[in-house]
């Protein structure tokens, strides 16, 4: 819940609400806004009670200020023109008893406007700590701080912009959340679906239990390069002038979560230690990301990356609501991401060829955030790279009695409910080196856990990371 005023209970309600455990709910209170001087710098100072939130900012302005008119007309004059703002805002605030201080220069990013005689507002937001804003973004640099996340409503207050401010795909993580908790969808594809592939994608109805954040990017290869700081970029697409916004790819599963670094023997003996619901290995990559961070990221699992690449889209439709119509060829998958068809091979009169490694982004991989977002603003999910799930891999899904969990036993984590430990692992959304119909939603593959590519020279297996939702 998030709250921007303080409501209060009289009488017998308020009696029987005390007699009940209920959680503290946060709200705002005593906002003032002031540019005093001739000084550029707008100081907004609010209260805030009832419990620790996270603070999100909006200015308002134009108000219809005529006599006797119903509507003031407050139009928020948008978020590029706010996300400099500094103090304690757009993250975590303690409920301390103090006023809290927000500093803004408007000439930075709303040029020729000055506050004054009431012609604009703050309208300062606490959210609470089980129910954060929609994007979060994570510092990943060396210098990064643990448990400092900034929290937006919107990829428009963010400084730069998303795709304008290349720290998001470097040294940053941009994640957005999924409001999954207790939703009934139904997962997988029917033979309707151009590409359906029998068994393995069979339509289930699956209830995921949380919320969640999933990453808006693929991980890229300076980011996996910062996590892992050693300043090595095992991609196999490695042109120094585009690989710093590629995916990384190249790199197995068992490097993600269970091991220190790239093993022949597939770090099998790793398993039951690292598997999980465990957490991963300190010096994996997912490891080395909560040292820095403080928050605790993995691999979505199966259902949870269907859900967020879906976005709501139902069978038969890519993650922006248009029609799945080719099976080899398709319009939809060339506007969403990097596949064979659209730069992903050098295709001929009558053949396609895997490019050089050494290529720019016009061909193999994609820069991350190349293409159309699906309808939640996520980037990537159909093509690019082909992308390591959290699962297990088993062929019939349905057959199996799948609950859209992880295919693991919490248990015994070194055992699988559906498989043994040395089988496949779940892989999800096509690659720029193969057919439109591998990128579909509904479409799961597989691959084994401890390939590293260098060894195939494909380099097709990447990832995106997810956390939970909420700060508590």
Not at 122 to 139: E, G, K
Not at 210 to 229: D, P, R
Not at 315 to 339: C, F, Q
Not at 398 to 427: E, K, M, Q
Request: with cysteine; glycine share 10%.
């Amino acid at each position: 819940m998030n709250l921007t005023r303080q409501f209060t209970f009289a009488g017998t309600l308020a009696a029987a609400m005390a007699a009940v455990a209920v959680p503290a709910v946060p709200s705002v209170d005593t906002v003032t806004m002031a540019q005093p001087g001739p000084t550029r710098l707008v100081n907004i100072d609010y209260t805030l009670s009832g419990a620790d939130a996270v603070i999100t900012l909006d200015i308002q302005t134009n108000a219809n200020t005529s006599a006797g008119a119903d509507d003031p007309g407050w139009t928020s004059i948008g978020g590029e023109a706010i996300g400099n703002a500094t103090g304690d805002v757009w993250k975590k605030v303690t409920n301390d008893g103090t006023t809290h201080h927000i500093k803004w220069r408007p000439d930075l990013s709303w040029p020729d406007h000055i506050i004054a005689n009431g012609g604009a507002r703050a309208v300062v937001t606490a959210w609470s700590l089980d129910n954060t804003p929609n994007y979060m973004v994570v510092d990943i640099s060396a210098g990064a701080q643990a448990n400092s996340q900034k929290y937006y409503t919107s990829t428009n207050f963010l400084p730069g912009g998303l795709l304008g401010n290349t720290d998001y795909r470097t040294s940053r993580l941009v994640m957005r959340k999924i409001m999954a908790k207790d939703v009934t969808w139904t997962m997988g594809s029917t033979p309707m679906e151009v590409g359906f592939n029998g068994t393995r994608d069979k339509t289930h109805l699956v209830t995921l239990t949380n919320n969640y954040y999933i990453g808006v990017f693929e991980i890229t290869q300076t980011q996996w390069a910062l996590i892992k700081s050693d300043n090595k970029f095992p991609s196999g697409f490695s042109n120094t002038t585009d690989r710093a916004m590629r995916p990384v790819e190249s790199v197995s599963y068992n490097e993600i979560r269970l091991a220190s670094s790239f093993s022949l023997s597939g770090d099998s003996t790793l398993l039951p230690t690292y598997s999980w619901p465990r957490d991963p290995n300190p010096a994996s990559f997912l490891g080395l990301l909560y040292d820095r961070t403080g928050i605790r990221f993995d691999l979505p699992s199966d259902a949870q990356w269907e859900f967020a690449a879906r976005a709501g889209n139902g069978d038969t439709k890519w993650g922006d609501g248009t029609i799945i119509s080719g099976m080899y060829r398709d319009n939809g998958i060339a506007a969403l991401g990097r596949y064979q068809y659209n730069g992903g091979k050098i295709i001929g009169s009558s053949s396609t060829t895997n490019p050089d490694c050494s290529c720019g982004a016009t061909n193999g991989t994609a820069i991350v955030g190349s293409y159309k977002p699906n309808d939640w603003g996520l980037y990537d999910m159909h093509g690019n790279v082909s992308e390591w799930c959290l699962d297990w891999y088993v062929e019939d899904i349905v057959a199996v009695g799948h609950d859209g969990g992880v295919n693991i036993d919490p248990s015994d984590p070194a055992a699988a409910l559906f498989g043994t430990a040395t089988a496949y692992r779940v892989t999800r959304g096509g690659h720029w080196g193969r057919e439109a119909y591998l990128g579909r939603s509904g479409m799961r593959s597989y691959a084994n856990p401890a390939i590293h590519e260098v060894q195939s020279n494909s380099h097709q297996y990447g990832f995106r990371v997810v956390c939970t939702a909420g700060l508590q």
